[in-house]
């Protein structure tokens, strides 16, 4: 996959009326905590009709104003996981992350994230996390380097389907200030997500994406078309973020 990039969408007549664009406290006690450090995001629009039948029920794609769904490619590396607030996971907790992600919709109104596949490094992560939770960790090989403003993101695929790959470099610019279609794509408070034949929610919040431009150097990835996902059109924009502390509620039953 070549990246290829057009400017994102988003004028000033779409509206975000309605859209939580801030984060809503999640219930306490805390569930888990961790921060996202030098996160890339690169997305695509995608017809709505040709990815519905990814989705766990009583969930829908989520679409913008343009009639459009999205998926995103994400990598990043997580740190300083704990449970709760107090126990911290020095070695479970931080590693290596990148995820392919559409955007999500549910009865409630609530708008989050639907996970198609998510690498990592920590191999112990992979079974507790899709057990737990119903999150579709993969074990990969991943090595996140940075020298000035170049960031490369490299993932081999361990288990399941061995080979897998995906490379992005980018070049870090200045500053930026989100367009609302940036906005409804960053502003994600939460994951739907299957397990134990129950659709669930997973709420998270977090403070506004310090965003940053990025020029694509190299893209070259294999985990979106594994992901069954086809884009309906260029690349938007990426952006790059120094990242967030992130907080998570316990899970509730959608359906």
């Known amino acids: 996959m070549t990246g290829t990039s057009r400017p994102a969408d988003g ?3 779409e509206s975000l009326s309605g859209f939580p664009v801030v984060a809503p406290p999640v219930p306490r006690p805390v569930f888990t905590e ?15 009709v040709t990815v519905t039948h990814l989705y766990p029920a009583g969930t ?3 679409v913008f104003a343009d009639g459009l769904t999205y998926v995103g490619l994400v990598p990043f590396t997580m740190r300083d996981t704990r449970v ?18 559409l955007y999500s919709i549910d009865d409630a109104g609530r708008h989050g994230v639907v996970f198609r596949s998510l690498e990592t490094t920590r191999l112990a992560v992979v079974p507790v996390s899709r057990v737990l939770l119903g999150i579709p960790y993969t074990w990969s090989k991943m090595r996140v380097t940075r020298s000035a403003d170049l960031i490369t993101y490299d993932s081999v695929r361990r288990w399941p389907r061995r080979g897998l790959r995906s490379k992005l470099s980018v070049r870090i610019g200045a500053q930026v200030r989100a367009t609302p279609l940036e906005i409804w ?11 134990a034949g129950r659709t669930w929610w997973v709420p998270n919040e977090h403070d506004p ?5 990025a020029e694509i150097i190299e893209c070259d990835d294999e985990l979106l078309q ?20 992130a907080r998570f509620g316990r899970p509730s039953i959608v359906a």
Not at 34 to 48: A, G, N
Not at 89 to 97: D, N, S
Not at 209 to 213: A, D, E, G, T
């Open 60 to 62: 829908r794609p989520d």
């Open 226 to 245: 594994a992901a069954g996902v086809d884009p309906a059109g260029p690349m938007l924009r990426p952006l790059f973020t120094t990242g967030v502390h």
């Open 84 to 101: 709760g607030s107090i126990l911290p996971l020095p070695y479970f907790g931080t590693f290596a992350e990148t995820n392919i992600r």
């Open 11 to 13: 004028g000033e007549d």
């Open 209 to 213: 994406w310090p965003l940053c431009s």
């Open 185 to 195: 794509l960053t502003a994600r408070w939460g994951a739907h997500t299957r397990k």
């Open 34 to 48: 961790q921060r996202w450090f030098e996160l890339t995001f690169v997305h695509w629009p995608v017809d709505p």
